[in-house]
């Protein structure tokens, strides 16, 4: 349950005096500050805080999703003529989105990660939690090591492969679109390969088409936005594929359940295997040359008849793959970007959007103050007021299964569980077993309600006909995104509480 509020009088004082007073001084001119914010729910909180003063633009459109939106070049004019630009941090926002505002804003235009820095105004930020509970290794790519330069990725490409078939690395879109990193089956070259930002983790798909041993050689590179390149280290991988059970690992540690990730370390220049500990929780690196990936019979499929999948062979041919998982573009970091579904933490955006507009509009100083001002009271009473209608659920309901894993901070503040999120494996029907496996969890987890993200509403197919065979309310809940209904912070965690309340057995059901 939320605890007792936090007196907020001390941190606006605070961020009062971490405004300063240097800045473009955008007012001078009578002009408004023309802000460029990420996402919608930013450009909300820019907006309550700036009032007239401000003109705000979001990249992201409604019904957009922050992993996966594609910017455009009227994004990037938006961006082009900002005097600030806001984003959320964390590796919310889909990498592309992040360089278009690198490569596009003017190079002394403020670009504010809101929450890399939320503690420091009185928000908390949690780490990102995932257990997807797969029966076959998930294998990631992920980046490690400072990067020098604001924008600059690492680019991860495909060297050498030798086996005794084809190696496919593809990741599957929101929409179902499958979009190759690598592909050995027309040679190993430059377009094998794909950039990341620092410290990031992304999902993919590993499809091997015959089995037996196969080793992939890798090299890493940095990228800067000015197009600087520096090596970052190289190193060999190996699977095994197929029945061959210990024997493939040839003495060295089998990996062949549980999350890890093919890792570059761009300040170490090297390649190693890192792996979730499930004894301490942590991870643990190994050396890419002492463990060998284990790709099983059991992960056995077969080719989709899709027309869009013939680069993997033809319909209903035999592959061996370590799924995504999470279908959509999926890059995150260690911490959990979702941190406004805790209404104390938007209150903590808001006085950084408060000392950042400041900042950059010194004149308005007032104005701002006084908008943050009457916006934090509102955040106040909308916290009391979430955390009273959920308490109202009975002990017994308090648990959430959703579209997406961005309800951490709402369940650790207002005393939820997350029981789960739907994570389909893409491009392929669930089988009836898979089918069975997630009615089971509802019917253990003895959930009246399951929620759907409007904007994820695609990838639900198989939560929602869960649902209904299990005889379980099918509800509605906003996660990083507004649309023609929910077009407000306030309005949208608002709903979520009373959806919440509703569809779990407390106020309103």
Known sequence: ??????????????????????GVGAGESGDKLAVSTTTGIIADLVRQVGGDRVEVTSIVPHHGDPHSYEPSPGDAAKVAR?????????????????????????????????SEKLEQYGGTVIKLEEDLGLDVLWLGWAVEGKVVGDG????????????PGDLHVYLTDTLGTPQSYLDSSDGLDAKDSFTLPPEAHTHVNWVFTEPGTYELTVKGETESLDGTRAEAGSGTITFAVGGMGDQGAKGKKLLGTGHADVALNAEKHEVSVRADDAKTGGRVHHAADEVVMSVPDKAKEAVPKEKAYRFLGAPGADVWVLPQAV??????????????????????????????????????????????????????????EVAARLATIPDANRKLIT?????????????????GFVVPVPNQEPSAAEVEQLGT????????????????????????????DEGVRICTIYGDSFDDKVDDYVAMMRHNAKELARCLGGEGS
């Open 1 to 22: 349950m939320r605890a007792p509020r936090r007196t907020t009088a001390a941190l606006l004082a605070a961020a009062t005096l971490l405004a300063g007073c240097s």
């Open 403 to 419: 579209t997406h894993d961005a309800f951490g901070y709402l369940a650790k503040a207002y005393g939820m569980e997350v029981a």
């Open 82 to 114: 900002a005097d600030i630009v806001f984003s959320n941090g964390l590796l919310l926002e889909e990498p592309g989105i992040m360089k278009m505002v690198h490569s596009n804003s003017r190079k002394d235009t403020p670009k504010i990660a809101i």
């Open 152 to 163: 600059s990725q690492v680019r991860t490409t495909a060297t050498k492969l030798t086996g």
């Open 327 to 384: 279908i959509g573009k999926h890059v995150h970091g260690e911490m959990d970007p979702h941190a406004w579904e805790d209404v104390a933490n938007a209150e903590a955006y808001v006085r950084r959007v408060e000392t950042e507009l400041i900042k950059a509009d010194p004149d308005g100083r007032k104005a701002y103050e006084r908008g943050a001002e009457a916006y934090l009271k509102r955040l106040g009473a909308l916290d009391e």
């Open 441 to 468: 969890t509802v019917r253990e987890k003895k959930v009246p309600a399951v929620f759907l993200e409007p904007n994820l509403a695609a990838r639900a197919d198989v939560l929602r006909r869960v649902a209904e």
